[in-house]
């Protein structure tokens, strides 16, 4: 059976740093990413990596202050942010595709999500 599971969330003040960890269990993926859902918007892919490929994708809005990574060893990924600021507000959310040839980018593409944790960020 297939889990991930989420820790790392809580609440800070802007210009803070926070890493968010993603254990999966139950089998390997070639996509790990993070999304994240704001109260009132859609869900919003923040970061991927394709280790198949060696890709990875950034959202504009994150671009500079977030970092994702993999231990392939661990089975887990990591969002590590930094410089939050308060829109970075939201339920954060691991997610898994089996998809390899390229770097899904839709919720559609993942078959597999953790259970969110909360990032708050204060002004």
């Known amino acids: 059976q297939v889990q991930l599971v989420e820790s790392g969330g809580g609440l800070v003040q802007a210009g803070a740093s926070l890493r968010l960890s993603c254990a999966a269990s139950g089998r390997t993926f070639a996509t790990m990413s993070w999304f994240r859902q704001a109260p009132g918007k859609g869900r919003e892919l923040v970061a991927a990596?394709?280790?198949?490929?060696?890709?990875?994708y950034y959202a504009d809005s994150v671009k500079g202050r977030f970092t994702i990574s993999r231990d392939n060893a661990k089975n887990t990924v990591y969002l590590q942010m930094n410089s939050l600021k308060p829109e970075d507000t939201a339920v954060y959310y691991c997610?898994?595709?089996?998809?390899?040839?390229?770097?899904?980018?839709?919720?559609?593409?993942?078959?597999?999500w953790g259970q969110g944790t909360q990032v708050t960020v204060s002004s």
């Open positions: 990596n394709n280790w198949s490929g060696g890709t990875t």
């Open positions: 997610a898994a595709s089996r998809i390899q040839a390229t770097l899904p980018r839709t919720t559609y593409e993942y078959a597999y």
